[in-house]
């Protein structure tokens, strides 16, 4: 609620009004009408406060005879909690107030400010706008005290009650004013101007699922992905699952208008009508109950039992059946997934799978992506499937798979990046690892490997073996950061070289007239006589000159023995390609090509064995005359 806002022409807010004395419980009403009646502004009215009437009554019936008026020295003492808060204790105040047209020479004419509640009105609030200014006079107390009195009674907030702090505001004001002679604002304030006895809500009563916690709510325009409504939710273990918030009837209040607010009784229409097993722990305190997980798993809610469970077994995950599982690589969860039929996907169309370890019967279905520390698929992946597991065994691979130690029965056309990649039958298809071995190669297969590649048998033609020491992202992002870093030494050792080169020169030049002037420095001393400042401060400057040789030359060393760690540490990365292996145990058939990367100088060195030759393994060899060679060596 504010102050009135003025829309009235020049000739209403021009005229004036005979002063005029009135009794009400209601001022803004009654200055409304005598507005109306006299044909002006309500807000170019005023008014004084003659006499303030407080009444009382303990009454159920509410008889009018009832009430009794108290002194005006009683009404702090009403503010004890034990009558203001019976239901059955009613208060009332009445005014007599004079009315007249406001004075333009007004104190206040300039000072913008209105009255404020929070939602019940048991807090009051003067709300001063930023620019708002009071001019002093005497007995400024009084007159502040009167307009945040006369703004409370327009807003229908009581005077003398539940405004103790009043005394504090006006005290400030009138302190200020003292100082600077006028009260200026500049910036908006809020200050608390009457305080009653705030209600305490009633709560009602809930269950919160929280297990239910990744179903973010959606947001407007956002587009909703159904695949991933969670109809299976993970936890860990100490995780809360379940709360039911108790319900509680609230506390009784009245505010500042001396209303009574007398709370509702609470709603109950979720009281706990399941039970849980031994899986989950219930922790019944005062204002809730809690459930909570005992071990890690997804919840299952059978025959109205909550429990955690561990193994699942499913006859596929689709968008029809299951949605996404997202139970999550530390959940402890199990899963097999039955579907076995060819024709069908165990794991459907853009379906995502996170669970610790999973066992597919069937098939990777399109666009599906899967997570676990351990997998099989004893089914096909799809070509734009995707799979990653620290442990994962497939038989049929044409998707993209990553992992430590992946094992595929058929690789057709697929992608494999692991640490070791172990392929029975590669017909063609992509393999990134530190080790891999193929037990029979036929065509078109593109294996790169950091240490290892082992072909037991090679059926076909157009194979590239390569070796790349840097195949790994984190050590190629390692090595760039290196060789980055080395670079930025390498310009910063040789500007400090030149620095040092410098002051030495300049130090060597400088020592015979330094060496003269310590002489004469040392003499003055002896002899008790004034050095002069040109010499002080000529041996001052040689001394810091010196010194920053020191600092310099001990940095030149900090950053060389740093250099020389770096580049030890980036021709390790270089050495370790001496020591990888490609090899065929088989004949050599078709037309293959042997690859090695080298690191420094930064070179591909090709070799393509010639179709029945039984050499079988190759490495890289650095020749006398500088150059790499790619050669059959024993093993």
Not at 502 to 527: A, G, H, V
Request: glycine share 6%; aromatic share 8%.
């Amino acid at each position: 609620m504010g102050l009135f806002s003025s829309s009235a022409t020049t000739e209403q807010a021009t005229k004036k009004i005979r002063p005029t004395v009135v009794k009400t419980q209601n001022v803004a009403k009654e200055l409304m009408e005598i507005a109306k009646k006299n044909e002006v502004n309500p807000n170019s009215l005023d008014f004084d406060i003659l006499e303030v009437k407080t009444y009382t009554r303990v009454n159920k019936e509410k008889m009018e005879s009832d009430w009794e008026e108290i002194g005006a020295g009683e009404l702090h003492e009403l503010d004890d909690a034990t009558a203001i808060l019976n239901k059955n204790f009613q208060i009332k105040q009445a005014y007599e107030i004079e009315v007249y047209t406001k004075n333009e020479n007004d104190i206040f004419k300039n000072f913008h400010a209105a009255v404020g509640a929070n939602a019940t009105k048991c807090k009051i609030y003067l709300s001063i706008k930023e620019g708002s200014e009071i001019a002093t006079v005497p007995k400024f107390e009084d007159e502040f005290l009167r307009y945040i009195n006369k703004s409370k009674i327009r807003a229908g907030i009581f005077v003398g009650m539940f405004d103790e702090m009043v005394f504090d505001v006006v005290s400030r004001a009138s302190a200020m004013a003292k100082v600077d002679g006028i009260i200026k604002y500049d910036k908006n304030q809020t200050i608390l101007i009457a305080e009653a006895y705030e209600p305490t809500p009633t709560i009602n009563d809930a269950l919160i699922k929280h297990y239910e916690k990744g179903n973010a709510p959606v947001q407007e325009h956002e587009k909703v992905d159904y695949s991933k409504r969670g109809f299976i939710h993970s936890v860990l273990e100490g995780e809360t699952l379940l709360e039911y918030i108790k319900p509680r009837k609230g506390k009784a209040g009245r505010n500042c208008r001396g209303e009574f607010m007398e709370p509702t009784e609470p709603l109950v229409k979720y009281a706990p009508d399941f039970s849980v097993d031994e899986t989950i722990e219930i922790v019944d305190n005062k204002e809730n109950i809690i459930y909570r997980a005992k071990r890690s798993g997804y919840i299952s809610f059978e025959a109205g039992k909550y429990q955690i469970k561990s193994d699942m077994d499913v006859g596929e995950i689709s968008f029809k059946t299951t949605g996404s599982v997202l139970t999550g690589l530390g959940s402890d969860v199990s899963l097999s997934v039955k579907e076995n039929d060819y024709q069908k996907d165990a794991i459907g169309a853009g379906m995502e799978v996170q669970v610790s370890e999973i066992d597919i019967k069937g098939n990777i279905g399109p666009n599906s992506k899967v997570y676990a520390n351990r997998a099989t698929v004893e089914g096909q992946t799809h070509k734009t499937s995707y799979i990653a597991a620290n442990d994962l065994t497939i038989n049929i691979h044409k998707g993209f798979a990553t992992g430590d130690s992946i094992k595929i029965n058929r690789l057709e056309h697929g992608v494999a990046e692991g640490k070791k990649v172990e392929v029975s039958q590669a017909m063609g298809g992509t393999i990134r690892a530190k080790d891999i071995e193929i037990e029979h190669c036929t065509s078109y297969v593109k294996a790169t490997a950091s240490r290892l590649i082992e072909i037991k048998k090679l059926q076909g033609s157009e194979n590239i073996f390569t070796i790349d020491p840097l195949l790994q992202k984190e050590k190629n992002e390692d090595f760039d950061e290196k060789k980055h870093e080395i670079h930025q030494l390498e310009k910063s050792i040789d500007e400090i070289k030149k620095e040092i080169d410098r002051y030495k020169k300049m130090i060597k030049d400088n020592s015979n007239s330094f060496n003269e002037i310590k002489k004469r420095l040392i003499y003055f001393k002896q002899n008790n006589i004034k050095m002069p400042a040109s010499f002080v401060d000529k041996y001052k400057q040689h001394i810091k000159a010196q010194e920053h040789l020191d600092g310099i030359t001990k940095e030149y060393q900090t950053k060389s023995d740093k250099l020389t760690l770096l580049n030890a540490k980036a021709t390790s990365l270089q050495d370790n390609i001496f020591d990888a292996r490609i090899i065929n145990r088989d004949r050599w058939v078709g037309h293959n090509e042997l690859i090695f990367k080298l690191i420094e100088p930064p070179i591909e060195v090709s070799y393509k064995p010639y179709e029945g030759s039984v050499d079988k393994i190759f490495a890289i060899v650095k020749m006398d005359d500088g150059m790499f060679e790619i050669r059959a060596v024993k093993e």
